[in-house]
């Protein structure tokens, strides 16, 4: 199995500041055939059902706001959180799609200080 | 509006059986992959079962295999899990989600709890 590694498993910020979140597969998520990353980002609010924030490692999905910015290729993945908003309090959780079983990371807790 | 409804879940107790569906609305059914994830309580994610949009191919991870079964009705834009022999370590709460991997839309979620 692909194990999905991420850092911090928590992070305080404050409001504007910059974010980023890791994430380090245990095998590479490029796939030759296509030149892409299998790799995606969700947020989970509290008391909330998941929602796809970046798939293909850096392609934001549609009405996702451009301060959630996704990059990284092989092993090594970021997401991107520009001036963060007391909106932006959630679990986020990335996902790799190169291989079953489908695998998440452990998570990352954003909290607002 | 895309949505998905789960429904079924509650307390079992552990070696019995429960079906979950997930009633789909808002776009064709028929066109996309499905699949269930689950989350622990305070825990994270976990990939339990995929189906393709025909339903001919469905995947699973391995510690459900043999006891989980996914399945779909195209007619009726439902998607189901049937849960059998099921054990302490099945209680999560069970997502229904469109088109995964990745997942674009997921329903609200069911709570399974498995305990005598």
């Known amino acids: 199995d692909i194990v999905m590694t991420q850092s911090p498993s928590s992070l305080a910020v404050s409001a504007g500041e910059t974010v980023t979140i890791n994430c380090k597969s245990s095998?590479?998520?490029?796939?030759?055939?296509?030149?892409?990353?299998?790799l995606a980002w969700y947020q989970q609010k509290p008391g909330q059902s998941p929602k796809l924030l970046i798939y293909?490692?850096?392609t934001r999905e549609s009405g996702v706001p451009d301060r959630f910015i996704g990059s990284g290729s092989g092993t090594d993945f970021t997401l991107t959180i520009s001036s963060v908003q007391a909106e932006d309090l959630a679990n986020y959780y990335c996902?790799?799609?190169?291989?079953?079983?489908?695998?998440f990371g452990g998570g990352t807790k954003l909290e607002l200080k | 509006e895309v949505q998905l409804v789960e429904s079924g879940g509650g307390l079992v107790q552990p070696g019995r059986s429960l079906k979950l569906s997930c009633a789909a609305s808002?776009?064709?059914?028929?066109?996309?992959?499905m699949a269930w994830v689950r989350q622990a309580p305070t825990k994270g994610l976990e990939w339990v079962a995929s189906?393709?949009?025909?339903?001919?191919?469905?995947y699973y991870r391995d510690s459900v295999k043999g006891r989980f079964t996914i399945s779909r009705d195209n007619a009726k834009s439902t998607l189901y899990l049937q849960m059998d022999s099921l054990r302490s370590e099945d209680t999560a709460t069970y997502y229904c989600?469109?088109?995964?991997?990745?997942?674009?839309?997921w329903g609200q979620g069911v709570m399974v709890t498995v305990s005598s």
């Open positions: 989600t469109r088109g995964f991997p990745p997942g674009d839309y």
């Open positions: 808002g776009f064709t059914f028929s066109n996309y992959y």
């Open positions: 189906i393709t949009n025909s339903g001919g191919s469905t």
């Open positions: 095998q590479s998520l490029f796939g030759s055939v296509r030149q892409k990353n299998y």
């Open positions: 293909l490692a850096s």
């Open positions: 996902q790799q799609y190169y291989d079953t079983p489908w695998t």
